[in-house]
């Protein structure tokens, strides 16, 4: 039962597949917002990525910082960003594949490990780079997966 609610739970925060758009809110709004919460994420992550990396020098309190940044982003309710038609072949400025919404079950999946992986990320981030370069490299690899499967090359 417990499995049940936390798969009702997790397909409310992002919408129920086939949904359409919330009255008032069109399809390219719904797009341009996930554009904006993807960019945030990628400010966030180009910073941890550069320090994990040592392109950016090491420090604690930034890293902790953007780290937190994420994982409060996580509590934000995406449900209105993922409406059935906001796909690349049915609207102008996303990359999503209209397969998000023909699997709709493993999209949230991903979405929720790639969720698990910013709390995990949170948790140590400031606690040297040693700790910080594997969690960051959780996270991408969280991104990718989802990346690969969902969202169209860049052009």
């Known amino acids: 039962m417990r499995r049940i609610i936390a798969t009702a739970l997790v397909a409310a925060a992002f919408g129920a597949a086939g949904s359409a758009p919330v009255l008032g809110q069109s399809l390219e709004g719904a797009v341009k917002a996930r554009r904006a919460d993807m960019q945030l994420r990628v400010h966030y992550l180009a910073l941890l990525g550069g320090m994990a990396k040592g392109a950016i020098p090491y420090d604690a309190g930034k890293?902790?910082?953007?780290?937190?940044?994420?994982?409060?982003?996580?509590a934000l309710d995406r449900s209105r960003m993922w409406p059935k038609g906001s796909d690349s072949f049915s609207i102008d400025g996303t990359r999503a594949k209209p397969e998000i919404w023909d699997n709709f079950p493993d999209f949230v999946a991903k979405a929720k490990a790639n969720g698990a992986a910013i709390t995990e990320l949170a948790a140590v981030a400031g606690r040297g780079l040693d700790a910080l370069r594997p969690a960051v490299g959780k996270v991408g690899q969280t991104c990718s997966a989802c990346h690969k499967q969902y969202r169209e090359p860049e052009q």
């Open 63 to 74: 890293a902790q910082a953007a780290a937190d940044s994420l994982k409060t982003m996580l």
